[in-house]
């Protein structure tokens, strides 16, 4: 929080404690029931005034609740309401900056207002308009960005210029299309000319699913299509963006004509941040082995990039004694690693994840020029204050969370004094110590996929559904040769690249590479590598990542405390209710929960919606094989299913099929639109037309014991939201 009473020079005594030095010894001594709890509080306020340097860390947590607050509602909050409740809490904090434990209490809740307003604000900055229904025709624009698949397709974003009769004002801001056409160009920054087809962001296939809509409101996607031809070129690449985007894919195409094939599509991937064209099964097996996060150039990368930039440039001007010993050439390395990281993060595409870890590494290095500890707690709270500023939606995204939650519980565990003891210990560098140096190395590499693989373990399941069982090995395996040759030769390369001696650097990362990708696959073939887990409820999260913040950012004994919602976290975690009956946004699909407590699919397409589905279920079959079931029964008309003991639940494709399966089935899921006559005639419980799903979206339904048919729509949990289209009225 941004308030301390030691900084604001306050006497902890205000608390009515004397402060941890003068903790009694009577703590662990046999108490009598009565002199228990007095004794507890006293030790709990003692424990917390012994904290006061940490109260800082806890800042972001409460910004984050602020921003939690803003997603969680269901209407959008007005600009004018945040501001006030920001000045308000700014006030109270003035107000009782002199009274210790209110100061604290007011600025959590002024930190929680600083959140909550730069949701706010952010949503209203890049607000833009949405394309309203899905549209053929025309469009010239100015291409923001392009990446290639593997399949040679192209991945472009577009800045819209025209679009047919599409009135101007209503033109998204920005476009994504899939290019796939025969030996189609397309240049970053250039204008061009094709024929496209735009849909709207698409819905969540689940009311609990991934909102692509909301992420790409805050992108300023307005549309997603693909395109009918090839584009045609109408002015050329112009300005400082297009050079960079151009520079970009000139590197990532020379890196992927030296190296070649999937070990080149890799390479790139981690220079240049084109992930496009990394075959799924490469992918695959990544995840498998717990190494995906290589891909994703953040803090890993950015510290052996920047680092091995850092070391280069201090060791070369050590080479001048006359510059070692009269000037302070680490400060003048540290400068020089700051705008060696900002190239990487220009060429790398400048995600979001590239951006947090950008900041962190340029605090780490301004620490250095400072004369501070580079690596520090703080260092890491300040940079999230930062992104929480700058990005607030990037607080519920899957990077944000598991790049943080593993910084800050490696930094909690090297901190803590049994680890520090062993790592500040003699150390001798002699061709005799080599043996113990490298087991050192490699036990640091253990203890920090450990500790890291902990800290983002139940955020990864939370969000993929995914436990890599054997990621310890994969990365004891992969990681030394990332950091040893990989990245080292990446930086040699992109240095030796203006002179065209960039070859040698090149192939020996590709060898890198390649050992890399041996690693993932051996590994992922071991049995059991990568399991999938069913979809937990936010509230066992949020217990975890409470749990796991008290034991990071408090120092006192009291930080073990931590374990109890971890537990209970972890015991909530398969706790969430399952939907017995599925719909898909456009009532394409149906799933029903059979008797044995899987779910049997109508068919196997649309395959993405199916896909999601069985992994929010944990179920790791497929789609087609989900659609082989026993009770399922399709035909032209529609599809029926029927197992004893439960309720019969129809699909029907035609009016005639309504008709027929109101009169023996309870739940009848119309894929057309049903006459009022007809429903009113219906003996169904329950009666959902194709205009439900026009209106609300994705659907489950759940059996209540009281035999009631409760009805969750996507539309309900995603509420009045600027990036949800409102059409009609809510049923």
Not at 1 to 7: E, G, K, Q
Not at 22 to 45: C, D, H, M, Q, V
Not at 92 to 121: E, H, K, Y
Not at 523 to 538: C, E, I, K, N, T
């Amino acid at each position: 929080m941004p308030y301390s009473p030691r900084a604001q020079g306050t006497s902890l005594t205000g608390w009515g404690v004397a402060g941890a030095e003068s903790f009694p010894e009577t703590y662990g001594a046999r108490l009598t029931p009565r002199e228990a709890p007095a004794a507890a509080l006293n030790w709990i306020r003692r424990s917390f005034a012994a904290e006061a340097d940490r109260y800082f860390l806890w800042t972001p947590v409460f910004m984050a609740l602020g921003i939690g607050t803003y997603f969680s509602l269901p209407f959008e909050p007005d600009i004018l309401p945040a501001l006030m409740a920001l000045a308000a809490t700014g006030l109270l904090l003035w107000g009782v900056r002199r009274r210790p434990m209110m100061a604290l209490c007011a600025a959590a809740l002024f930190a929680t207002a600083i959140g909550f307003g730069a949701a706010v604000w952010r949503a209203e900055r890049v607000a833009a308009p949405v394309l309203e229904r899905p549209l053929s025709g025309t469009l010239i624009g100015r291409a923001i960005s392009v990446e290639k698949t593997e399949t040679g397709a192209l991945l472009a974003v577009i800045a819209p210029q025209s679009f047919s009769s599409h009135a101007e004002d209503k033109l998204p801001a920005k476009v994504r299309l899939n290019i796939r056409i025969r030996d189609a160009a397309l240049r970053p920054g250039a204008v061009v000319e094709l024929r496209a087809r735009l849909m709207p962001p698409p819905e969540p296939v689940s009311p609990r699913g991934f909102d692509f809509a909301r992420q790409a409101w805050f992108q300023g996607l307005g549309a997603v299509g693909f395109a009918y031809s090839a584009p045609v070129e109408l002015e050329a690449p112009d300005g400082a963006d297009a050079w960079l985007m151009s520079l970009r894919m000139t590197i990532g195409d020379r890196i992927r004509g030296v190296i070649g094939g999937t070990s080149g599509a890799v390479a790139a991937a981690l220079i240049t941040g084109e992930r496009a064209g990394i075959p799924d099964d490469v992918s695959d097996d990544l995840r498998s082995a717990g190494i995906y996060h290589v891909l994703a150039i953040s803090g890993l990368h950015m510290v052996l990039f920047a680092g091995s930039f850092f070391w280069a440039v201090r060791a070369a001007l050590a080479l001048v004694p006359g510059l070692a010993l009269r000037y302070p050439i680490k400060k003048w390395a540290a400068a020089a690693a700051i705008v060696g990281a900002s190239f990487y993060l220009a060429i790398s595409g400048g995600a979001i994840a590239t951006q947090r870890a950008w900041l962190m590494i340029t605090l780490m290095f301004i620490a250095v020029m400072l004369d501070r500890p580079a690596l520090s707690m703080r260092n890491v709270v300040l940079a999230a204050i930062l992104v929480l500023l700058w990005r607030p939606e990037s607080l519920i995204g899957a990077g944000f969370q598991m790049s943080f939650a593993a910084v800050v519980a490696l930094i909690a565990f090297y901190e803590s004094d049994m680890v520090r003891r062993w790592t500040t210990g003699p150390r001798g560098y002699g061709l005799a110590d080599w043996p113990r140096l490298a087991a050192a190395y490699t036990l640091g590499i253990a203890l920090t996929s450990i500790v890291a693989g902990a800290a983002t373990g139940a955020i990864a399941a939370f969000h993929f559904n995914r436990i890599a069982i054997h990621g310890l090995a994969g990365n004891i395996a992969a990681m030394p040769v990332v950091g040893i040759v990989v990245m080292p030769m990446a930086l040699a390369a992109l240095l030796l690249m203006p002179f065209g001696l960039d070859a040698p650097a090149l192939w020996a990362m590709g060898w890198g590479v390649s050992t890399m990708l041996d690693v993932a696959n051996e590994v992922a073939s071991w049995g059991g590598a990568d399991r999938l887990v069913p979809a937990a409820p936010l509230h066992a999260l949020l217990l975890v990542t409470l749990g796991g913040l008290w034991m990071a950012l408090w120092r006192e004994r009291w930080r073990h405390a931590g374990v109890l919602p971890i537990v209970i976290g972890l015991a909530l975690w398969n706790s969430a209710p399952k939907p017995d009956i599925m719909i898909d946004r456009d009532a394409s699909l149906l799933a029903v929960r059979a008797a044995d407590g899987r779910i049997a699919l109508t068919s196997s397409p649309p395959d993405y919606a199916a896909r999601q589905w069985l992994r929010y279920e944990g179920d790791s079959r497929s789609p087609r094989d989900a659609a082989r079931v026993e009770h399922m029964n399709c035909d032209a008309s529609g599809c029926v299913y029927a197992e004893e003991g439960r309720y019969v639940v129809a699909f029907p494709a035609t009016l005639d099929a309504v008709a027929e399966d109101c009169g023996k089935a309870e739940v009848v899921v119309a894929r057309v639109p049903v006459p009022y006559r007809l429903k009113n005639e219906c003996g169904a419980l329950l009666l959902l037309d194709w205009f439900h799903f026009w209106r609300n979206g994705a659907t489950e339904l759940t059996f209540a014991e009281d035999g009631r048919i409760e009805v969750k729509t996507a539309r309900q949990a995603r509420g009045n939201r600027p990036w949800v289209q409102q059409r009609g009225r809510a049923q």
